[in-house]
């Protein structure tokens, strides 16, 4: 909580007759609100997607991709060094599950500057990173207007085939042994046995990853196999 309450070094300060700098007071905040958030082919985009995708997503504009993605390793400066890949770049749009708000795919506007050799390095980047981390990307042509048939046939694989395996389990406990702490499928960290605190599943045991909560893949014991919910 901000107070004005000098403390015993501003009293002292003040019987000695020095005062903070009024440079303090002045603090300069340069900041103003954008008109341009989303450029008029970005709005023109994001208004065909809006009458194209389903109501059980959302569209979220410009988001971050280290808010999407997280470094998996354990080395502090590597990790660095990775994570700063990612920091200041974004996704033109993430569609996600209007449910959990989970990811389902990825969208950017190609412009005219994706053919610049440092762009062509950055999309190369952008590419593999959403392959390795099993998230779709898809790209559009950036142009003044779009039509709905065209977005739609784009979009209408991934979206089809998320519907179709929205919850999905899948027994896997032929990747552990019941000996051994079992890995995270997904991010290869060790799972750890957890205990159902409260609810229906109270004193039921699970696995879940030690990335939690970047990571919430869990894995749950049922006739002595261990089975991960998709
Ligand atoms: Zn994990």
Redesign the pocket.
Known sequence: MATDNPGCLGFLFRIFGITKSDKNKEEKFPYKLRDDFLSPSELSFFNILSQVIPNQFIICPKVSLQDIFFVNEKDKSSYYSYLNKISRKHVDFLICSAKTLQPVCGIELDDRSHGREDRVKRDEFVNQLFKTAKLSLIRFTNKKSYTLSEVEEKLHSIIFHHEATDIKETPIEEQFNMNQTPL?P??Q?PFVLRTVKSGSNKGKQFYG?T?FPR?R?IAYINDDQIHTIK
């Open positions: 995270c997904k991010c960290a990853c990335n990571c893949e």
